[in-house]
Structures are given as C-alpha cells and as structure tokens.
C-alpha cells in the first residue's frame, strides 16, 4: 500500500510539472522574438552584419531551454526513518549503545544527610505508582523538610539518579524487585523516578494488594517486575482470621512463584528481613527447625537471626545453582540491606515517629537487631560472590542502606499513611494509625535506588 501510493504521487507530480516546462520554453521563445525584433527597429544598419549571431543567440537559448525540459524531475529524497536513540539525542543524551562508564567504587554505607535545595524528580501528583499508604504529599503531610536532603558518603560521590542513564542501561532488560513490601516500596520508587523521563505502562497484574505486577517502559523494551516474596523461600502466610497467626516457613523449599522467572531476568533486587520478626514456624526436611514468638505451641523457641540467615544463604546457592544450570546469561543479583523503622511509641497513637528532620551523624547508632540482620546479608552476598566466581556472569552486590535509612526517622508517613488522619484539626491524644517503617514517596528510599544505579553501572 505504502509502494504504490509512492508511485501515484511520483506520478501526480510528473504530470503537473510538464505543463510548467512548455510555458517557460514558450516564454523564452517569446523573449527572443522581441529582441531580435527590437535589434532590427533600433539598428537596422548593423542587422545584416549581425544575424550570424542573434542565430547563435537563439541556438544558445534554446538549447538551455530543451536541456531544461527533457532533464529528468529530481524529487526530494525522503528524510530517513527517526533513529532508535533520537529521544535520547533530543534531550542531549549519549546514544543508547554507547557504553556508560562505570563508577568508582563507593561505600555508600558510611556518610551523613545534607540539605539539597534541587526538589524530587517526582511528586505525589505527577507519578501514578505511589501505593496509597506512602503518598504522603496527597495524603496532607504538611511539612515537606524532608524532601531536601541528599546522602553525602565519605571519600567518594554518590550523583543524583539520572532516569535517562537508567533507562539506557535498561534498555532491552528485565528487572524485577523480590520480597516483602520494602521491596514493593522501592519498586514503586524506582518506577517514579523512571515516570520522570519515560511513562510506564502495567502490563500485568494478580495478587491482593498489587502484590505482582510487570511494568513496561516501551520506548526502551525495558521491563520492571515485582514478586512478592517476604521470606524467598516457600512458605504458608498467617491467616488470623482462620486462627492461624504463625506464617509457616519452608528453608528447605523455594518459592518458585519468582525462583522460576529467574532465567529471564537481567537483575534481582532482593529485600526481605522484617517478617522475620514476627511469629513464625520453620520447617526444614518435614521437622520443625524453629520457632519465632510462638509460646502458644508446643514449639522450642529461638530468635530469627539464625533462620533469617539460612533463608539468605540458600536463596543465593540455589541462585547459583540454577545459574550455572541455565544458559549463562549475565545477571545481577542485588540484596537491599535491613531498612530499620522508627517507632518511638504506640503504633495506633500520636507521635510514633514524630521527628521532622534526619538525625546527624553519630546522633543515632544502630540498634543489635539492625546490625545483625545487615551484617547477615553483607556476609551473604561475600560468600555467594567467592563461591560463583569472577567468570560466571553472576554478580552478587549488596545495597548497604541501613546506616543511611537509619539516620531518616523524618521519611515514614507515620499518621499520613491515610488521608487526613486528624480531619482538619490538631493531632492532639487521638489514636491513630501510624506507619514508622515504609517510606514517604518521594522520600529517603529514593537514594535506595541511586545506590542502584550505580550498583549496575559498575
């Protein structure tokens, strides 16, 4: 269809330009006509002497103009079809292919919060992923302080998060976060800060609460999916309105509801830790292993460190295995560090996490509980590293986030996890809801995924 309107319109033009061509050869000949005819009026006595060259004159002239009508038409080429880069080229970009260099390495896990006067790359209106609970903009969070403070690392830089240097590198990749919903939320922050640059578009979805959704940024062919998977290994949730209020956990077995994707993805970003601590059944080989805040069963109880750090250890060996099993695809496999919370009361009360600002350097050290469960994935991810080897096309990395995460009480929806919780009047003694552990979008898990950034350039 294309070819043969081409054709018609080549054609169209053709006709319409010979009669243009006549019209300016009879006009020259007209011309020629009135000068000879003027030449013979004014200088008759030279007319004789002359006619060898008004001859020649009007040979010169009408070979110019029967070299102009025979001439082939010249069509203007074309212009080429749009480069798959030209949106990159637009906005001043590298293309697409070119390779980004990759950043020094950095210990992100050591620094301090400064101010920052650039405001976020998004808000609560202008990206449509934010869940509900963390939109704190929308939700009547009247100081915005937060919002203006940047991770500052000792001895080295860690830039601002670049949605075009992502996407690039994205380009034609999948990418999926697996975990519980701190690994939900840093999805959704990563989807907000790509919004900026390129809309993405939910190409799937099932599961309460969008628990699994695959994201497309078409432009790129470049996927975003989310798993939810809060311990990664397989396991029974609590269902407290059917009396069971322990999740039974499986260390032995894998939740292939992503383990099984795991071929098709580029890069893992796993983050799990806080359904560790509460109550839980381990199974491991058809016994139970260890139990977690279960004094109503007949169970030995234990702390959650020991399981938390089986579930790591086997998830990232059976990783490996399947790797080495499968084609060999590069991969990336990166676990986000604990991300502690910041309760300072009652949950369902006011001022669970009431601070307006980050706390300072060495105003606020870790607790045990996050430094163990920080620990445990750093050494994790050392050993995975050690045992895949430089050559496999797996790379283990850890996102050390907890110190810095740890030093942002001010970035929780605390009350504002609805909206306008105290209906227009002063908070007051009222109870209510208060989440002191996800974080405001936009909001301090926006650094999360700078760390990223960089974590995949390298």
């Known amino acids: 269809m294309v070819t043969n309107f081409l054709q018609k319109y080549q054609l169209q033009n053709h006709q319409l330009i010979l009669p243009k061509k006549q019209f300016i050869t ?23 002497g002359k006619s060898v060259v008004v001859a020649q004159v009007q040979e010169e002239v009408a070979a110019v103009v029967s070299a102009r009508v025979d001439a082939p038409e010249q069509l203007l080429p074309l212009p080429p079809p749009p480069s798959p880069n030209q949106g990159d080229k637009a906005l001043g970009n590298r293309q697409a292919e070119e390779e980004v260099p990759a950043p020094p390495p950095c210990d992100y896990s050591d620094g301090e919060w400064a101010p920052e006067a650039r405001p976020p790359l998004y808000n609560g209106t202008s990206c449509g992923t934010i869940k509900d609970g963390q939109n704190c903009m929308a939700h009547g969070r009247p100081d915005t302080g937060y919002l203006y403070w940047r991770w500052r690392p000792r001895g080295c830089d860690l830039p601002a998060f670049s949605p075009e240097a992502f996407l690039r590198w994205l380009r034609n990749k999948h990418l999926a976060f697996v975990g519980d919903s701190l690994a939900r939320n840093q999805a959704e922050s990563l989807l907000c800060l790509l919004a900026s640059r390129s809309p993405p578009e939910l190409a799937y979805r099932d599961g309460e609460e969008n628990r699994f959704r695959r994201f497309v940024f078409r432009e790129f062919n470049a996927t975003v999916s989310v798993f939810w998977s809060p311990f990664l290994v397989k396991v029974a949730e609590k269902a407290e309105h059917a009396g069971v209020r322990h999740n039974n956990v499986f260390l032995d077995a894998f939740d292939e509801r ?108 870790l607790g045990y509980t996050e430094s163990e469960m920080r620990k445990t994935v750093v050494e994790a991810v050392r050993s995975a590293a050690d045992a895949a080897g430089a050559g496999s096309g797996l790379r283990f990395a850890a996102l050390d986030v907890t110190a810095l995460a740890n030093l942002r009480p001010d970035g929780h929806p605390g009350p504002y996890m609805n909206k306008d919780p105290f209906g227009g ?20 898990v926006d650094t999360f995924n700078e760390i990223l950034l960089q974590t995949v350039l390298r």
Not at 26 to 48: I, K, M, Q
Not at 268 to 289: E, K, M, N, Q, T
């Open 425 to 444: 009047g002063g908070a007051g003694d009222r109870r209510v809801q208060n989440d002191c552990v996800h974080w405001c979008m936009p909001g301090p």
């Open 258 to 365: 992503w383990m099984s994707q795991l071929g098709a993805l580029d890069v893992a970003v796993l983050s799990v830790g806080h359904w560790f601590l509460i109550p839980g059944v381990y199974h491991d080989g058809g016994r139970v292993v260890a139990c977690h805040d279960c004094a109503d069963l007949n169970h030995t109880e234990t702390d959650f460190f020991g399981v938390f750090r089986d579930a790591i250890h086997r998830t990232l060996a059976e990783v490996t295995r399947r790797h080495s099993d499968g084609a060999g695809k590069k991969k990336v496999v990166a676990l986000t560090t604990f991300s502690p919370a910041h309760f300072e009361g009652d949950w369902d009360k006011t001022g669970a996490c009431p601070k307006k600002r980050p706390y300072r350097a060495g105003e606020k050290g």
């Open 26 to 48: 009879y006009a020259l000949y007209a011309l020629v006509a009135l000068a000879f005819l003027h030449y013979l009026l004014f200088y008759p006595a030279l007319a004789s």
